[in-house]
Structure formats: structure tokens, C-alpha cells
T-cell receptor, first 111, second 115 residues
Framework: AQSVTQLGSHVSVSEGALVLLRCNYS??????LFWYVQYPNQGLQLLLK??????LVKGINGFEAEFKKSETSFHLTKPSAHMSDAAEYFCAVNTGNQFYFGTGTSLTVIP | ETGVTQSPTHLIKTRGQQVTLRCSSQ?????VSWYQQALGQGPQFIFQYYREEENGRGNFPPRFSGLQFPNYSSELNVNALELDDSALYLC??????????????FGQGTRLTVV
């Protein structure tokens, strides 16, 4: 079964510091990977998606992710954290009729 | 273009009762999926509806059922509620050309509490 693993359920960074949220996938073929963000008491919002056109994917709010097949990873990064980035982040893989989500990483931004 | 809307936003039910949650899909989307998100967990796939037919189901018991209407809105019904059914229920819609590289658009969710 296709699945994703998010390493680190909680990540804290200082405002202005690099954000790195980790996601590894398991699959025998290149999966279709997504990052979603969830703000408190809200639904999920798409940050970015990998579509095989490019290994470095740029998303909204300054986030980007790099697909590395050799490492089966799709880590999410942002060069400089803002207070507004504090949220829950989910990596997911789409199998066609359903998304499999990781357990999520809660990002705290320290002023 | 309207987004995915869900109602109600919050709901409290008693164990053993039945509940119906509603979802209006984004304009032009004919595929609706439902997810259960327990506290501190990622969303878990319940089922998907495409053109009023169930098109895939996750590992949920039959007391979780759904409907999709001709206007592509959808309902999630849960019978014989259990305490563990307490969760955020998310509805997601996707475009008619949905494939593995197509994102789903999520509603804000319905927070169900079973007491």
C-alpha cells in the first residue's frame, strides 16, 4: 500500500529561520505527492504538488519541496519562517480515488 | 467560483444516535470524498462518490454511508454513533478530469463530538 511518513510530529523554529518538514514515501513507482496546510479549526489548503514535470516544486507562501527519488523523499522547505506559518502540515499521496495522509507535523514559530 | 462548504460546523450527539453531515462541492466538481480526522491524526479516507455512485471506500464499517445528489452535493451518514466517531469530518471535491496528479479542495470540516 502506498503511504507517506512524516518525521517529527512537532517542529519549532525561530522567526526568520529555515523551515524543514520531512516526508518520505513508499512506493514502487513515482507517486503523486502533495503538501497541505491546516490552520486551527480549518480544513486543508493545498501548498504544492509534485507532478513529475520538475523535481523542485514551488508552492504558495514561499514554500517549496524537492522530490528525490533516490531518497524517496519530498521534504518541504521555506527559507524564512513567518509567524503566520504556524500550522499543521500534512504530506499526502494520491492513488487516484483517495489521498493517503501522513500523521502531520505541527510547526511552531518562535518570535 | 464557490469553494467546498460543509454544514453544520459543529455538532454534539449522544452515543447510539445517527448523524447526517452535508457538503456542497466546488462549482464544476463532480467527485466528492469524505475523510475522518481524529484529534492529532492525519485525515483518513472514508469513501468517494463520482456521479452519484460510490467509487472507493476506506476501512470504515457499513454504518458509515453516503449519498451524492445530481447537483454533486453529498451527505455522510453515520449510524449507531460511538465515542470514537468523535472527529473532524472533511469533505473534499475534485474536478471532472481528476487523476493522480489532481488536488482535492477541502471544506472547513464538521467537528462531531459524541458523548
Amino acid at each position: 500500500a502506498q503511504s507517506v511518513t512524516q518525521l517529527g510530529s512537532h517542529v519549532s523554529v525561530s522567526e526568520g529561520a529555515l523551515v524543514l518538514l520531512r516526508c518520505n514515501y513508499s512506493s514502487s513507482v513515482p507517486p503523486y505527492l502533495f503538501w497541505y496546510v491546516q490552520y486551527p479549526n480549518q480544513g486543508l489548503q493545498l501548498l504544492l504538488k509534485y507532478t513529475s514535470a520538475a523535481t523542485l516544486v514551488k508552492g504558495i507562501n514561499g514554500f517549496e519541496a524537492e522530490f528525490k527519488k533516490s531518497e524517496t523523499s519530498f521534504h518541504l522547505t521555506k527559507p524564512s519562517a513567518h509567524m503566520s506559518d504556524a500550522a499543521e502540515y500534512f504530506c499526502a499521496v494520491n492513488t487516484g480515488n483517495q489521498f493517503y495522509f501522513g500523521t502531520g507535523t505541527s510547526l511552531t514559530v518562535i518570535p | 467560483e464557490t469553494g467546498v462548504t460543509q454544514s453544520p460546523t459543529h455538532l454534539i450527539k449522544t452515543r447510539g444516535q445517527q448523524v447526517t453531515l452535508r457538503c456542497s462541492s466546488q462549482s464544476g466538481h463532480n467527485t466528492v470524498s469524505w475523510y475522518q480526522q481524529a484529534l492529532g491524526q492525519g485525515p483518513q479516507f472514508i469513501f468517494q462518490y463520482y456521479r452519484e455512485e460510490e467509487n472507493g471506500r476506506g476501512n470504515f464499517p457499513p454504518r458509515f454511508s453516503g449519498l451524492q445528489f445530481p447537483n454533486y452535493s453529498s451527505e455522510l451518514n453515520v449510524n449507531a454513533l460511538e465515542l470514537d466517531d468523535s472527529a473532524l469530518y472533511l469533505c473534499a471535491s475534485s474536478s471532472p478530469l481528476a487523476g493522480v496528479n489532481t488536488e482535492a479542495f477541502f471544506g472547513q470540516g464538521t467537528r462531531l463530538t459524541v458523548v
